[in-house]
Nanobody, 112 residues
Framework: QVHVAESGGGYVQTGGSLKLSCVVT????????MEWFRQAPGKEREFVAR????????FYADSVKGRFFITKDSAKNAAYLQMNNLKPEDTAMYYC?????WGQGTQVTVSS
């Protein structure tokens, strides 16, 4: 079994910062990449950021470029999402995806 667990969400004012964590436990896998997605109420889930396991290449949605930064810790099977200068439109449930495995999500709420 593979378990993906996100943490670090919360409530923050506009302009604030949060750091999300994603830890993968269970059956050891070779990961190609780890990704963050988000889903706001009434909207479809959307891609936020991706980091490749080999080489650590980073990819971002245009809406978060320059504000969000994804990193990884291979030894801990973990990935992180540093979110700066948060905006109300960043409010969503944030999900981590490791290969084909999804976590349950962590809520981020940004007040105006």
């Amino acid at each position: 079994q593979v378990h993906v667990a996100e943490s670090g969400g919360g409530y923050v004012q506009t302009g604030g910062s949060l750091k999300l964590s994603c830890v993968v436990t269970g059956r050891r896998l070779t990961y190609d990449e780890m990704e963050w997605f988000r889903q706001a109420p009434g909207k479809e889930r959307e891609f936020v950021a991706r980091v490749t396991w080999n080489g650590g290449r980073e990819f971002y949605a245009d809406s978060v470029k320059g504000r969000f930064f994804i990193t990884k810790d291979s030894a801990k099977n973990a990935a992180y999402l540093q979110m700066n200068n948060l905006k109300p439109e960043d409010t969503a449930m944030y999900y981590c995806k490791a290969n084909a495995f999804w976590g349950q999500g962590t809520q981020v709420t940004v007040s105006s």
